[in-house]
């Protein structure tokens, strides 16, 4: 075997390979397990033939390797600046999800109260009519204890239909002081219209203390209507009635629009109504076991959905559920 004129003709394909893939083919050639350099250092006998042929086959290696090494990087090289991205280029915009507006509006009461110190509870939304209307003082025959009214699941068992039962619960599980909010959804037999819809949200609050008077009770709303509605606002409580609550009040707002002139939005009284509230009626206290002689307590109840249509002054409730982004994404 010529070696030298192998090795001459091994490095001169080296040299003319133009890719990778034609570096690996010549390697296969003169290198291979049955090429002829090989095949011949295995049958070798003397040593002299040895070393040469194992010196003709490490100068192949190294410029198989080299020419290798070389096209690799060009090659690299042409990859990056072909599919070269240019991360200053603007993108288009991402849609970013949001919060629903009521999921806002809840957790904007809720650190309002936790801000006062108070804590946020759960609820049950399906409950027994004994905490739904029996704890809270409802009489036997009170219209909301209708079917009618109020979805049964069976004789004893309803949808709440407020989150008061709540404050029941919560004053069995504890003794006082008790500073609680409690928010979520509620449930009446209500045909859905511009003002109704059967699913709805709400937001109670209950503070039973020692000490505690209707001036603790109208400062706390005074403090949350400006907290929601803005501090420029007037707030105005009148008498009402609950079964649950002894006094009874309905909280008040001045008119945004004409600030207590009248105009057609608060049907030309000033004030628009936003919720219920009172004094905590003895006979929830003795209902959970708390001594009415040593503590007092006020409660409130008011409907997130009702908050968000007079801050948003939309015309229908039912468009907070539609899911259509044209309305959801405004807020
Ligand atoms: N539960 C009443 C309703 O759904 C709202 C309410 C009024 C809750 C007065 C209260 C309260 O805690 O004191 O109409």
């Known amino acids: 075997m010529d070696v030298e004129a192998l090795e001459q003709a091994a490095l ?90 009521i999921t806002q509006i809840r957790r904007e009461v809720e650190d309002i109260f936790l801000g006062l110190g108070y804590r946020v509870v759960d609820g049950r939304e399906v409950e027994t009519t004994r905490y739904n209307f029996d704890a809270l003082n409802f009489p036997p025959g009170h219209p909301a204890r209708s079917p009618l009214s109020t979805l049964f699941l069976d004789e004893h068992t309803v949808l709440r239909t407020e989150t008061s039962p709540s404050q029941v619960r919560t004053m069995e599980a504890q003794q006082p002081p008790v500073y609680v909010v409690s928010l979520g959804r509620v449930y009446r037999r209500d045909t859905p219209d511009a003002t109704h819809t059967p699913i709805f949200h709400q937001v ?25 509605f ?33 105009c057609a939005v608060c049907r030309h ?17 003795e209902f959970v076991g708390y001594d009415a002689e040593r503590y007092t307590g006020f409660a409130f ?25 044209r309305f959801s994404e405004q807020f």
């Open 12 to 101: 001169a394909a080296v040299a003319a390979a133009a890719s990778s893939d034609a570096v690996e083919a010549v390697r296969v050639e003169y290198l291979g397990r049955k090429s002829a350099l090989p095949l011949a250092l295995r049958e070798v006998r003397d040593a002299e033939t040895g070393k040469r042929l194992n010196a003709a086959k490490q100068r192949i290696e190294t410029a198989v390797a080299a020419r290798s090494d070389e096209l690799g990087r060009a090659e690299l090289d042409r990859r990056l600046a072909e599919e070269r991205v240019d991360v200053t280029l603007p993108v288009g915009e991402h849609e970013r999800g949001r919060l629903h507006l």
């Open 269 to 285: 009284s000033g004030w628009i109504e936003v919720g219920g509230a009172g004094m905590v009626d003895p006979a929830l206290f």
């Open 230 to 262: 803005g501090q420029e606002r007037r707030t105005e409580f009148r008498t009402h009635y609950f079964p649950f609550t002894e006094p009874s009040i309905e909280a008040y707002v001045s008119c945004h629009v004409c600030d207590g002139a009248g």
């Open 204 to 228: 109670e609050g209950l503070a039973v203390d020692e000490g505690i008077t209707l001036a603790d009770l109208t400062g706390t709303l005074d403090f949350l209507l400006k907290a929601l």
């Open 301 to 325: 109840g008011w409907g997130l959905e009702r908050i968000a249509m007079l801050r948003h002054e939309f015309p229908d409730l039912r468009e907070l559920w539609r899911n259509d982004l």
